[in-house]
Every structure is written in C-alpha cells, then in structure tokens.
Nanobody, 133 residues
C-alpha cells in the first residue's frame, strides 16, 4: 500500500519561509515514475492545486499556479522517495493545510478525487501551515 506523509508545517510570520516534505512509502523504486503535486485547502475553501513536478519521463519539469510562482519551489529526491515544497515570502493567504498528491493509476491507490481538472487517487494526511503575525 502506498502512503504519503507530509511534514514541515508550522506557524510562521508573513515574509517567512517553510520547507515542506512528503515521504512516500510502498513505491520501492517507482517513485521517480510518478508525477507529484502539492495542493492545499484553506479553511472553508476547496482544494487548490499549487505545483507539479513531472516524472522522469516528463523530465522532472515543474509547474506552478500563478499565486505561488516565484515564491514556492517544488523539488524531489527520488533516492529518498521524498517530495519537497520550499515556500518563501509567505503571506497570510497561504494559510492552509498542505497535501502532496499523486495519481497512481487505476490499479493502485484509492478513490479518485479532483483538484480542478487534475485527478489524483492518493494523498497524505496534510500538514498545517499558518502564516500570522
């Protein structure tokens, strides 16, 4: 069974930085074959897609939503089965629960859920990020 575990959240002042991690278990040597994403959910709002990093086949290309472009950086360490999100210049509106998510394909993972037009079937439990003075 594939499991994703996020960590690194916390309370930070506006303008501060945090680095989130997402460690995958159950993927053995397959981690690099999956595109990985970060999404977040602010209180009372729907899940919001933030960033994606492609698989090896996709050249590990990265993509960001406009609201975090230039402030957040997604990366991965395939040897450690770990996904990262470096968040700089944090704003109060970045306060949310942050999740890593992946589409494992129809033969694996759980029930599909959608974030906008993107579909996933596995995510972690999330890590809380609170930006406040």
């Amino acid at each position: 069974e594939v499991q994703l575990v996020e960590s690194g959240g916390g309370l930070v002042q506006p303008g501060g930085s945090l680095k989130l991690s997402c460690t995958a278990s159950g993927l053995t040597d397959r981690f690099s074959t999956y595109a990985m994403s970060w999404v977040r959910q602010a209180p009372g709002k729907e899940l919001e897609w933030l960033s994606n990093i492609n698989s090896a086949a996709g050249g590990f290309d990265t993509f960001y939503t406009d609201s975090v472009k230039g402030r957040f950086t997604i990366s991965r360490d395939n040897a450690k089965n770990t996904l990262y999100l470096q968040m700089n210049s944090l704003k109060t509106e970045d306060t949310a629960v942050y999740f890593c998510a992946v589409d494992l394909g129809s033969q694996e993972g759980g029930t599909y859920f959608f974030v906008g037009e993107r579909q996933y079937n596995c995510r972690g439990q999330g890590t809380q990020v609170t930006v406040s003075s």
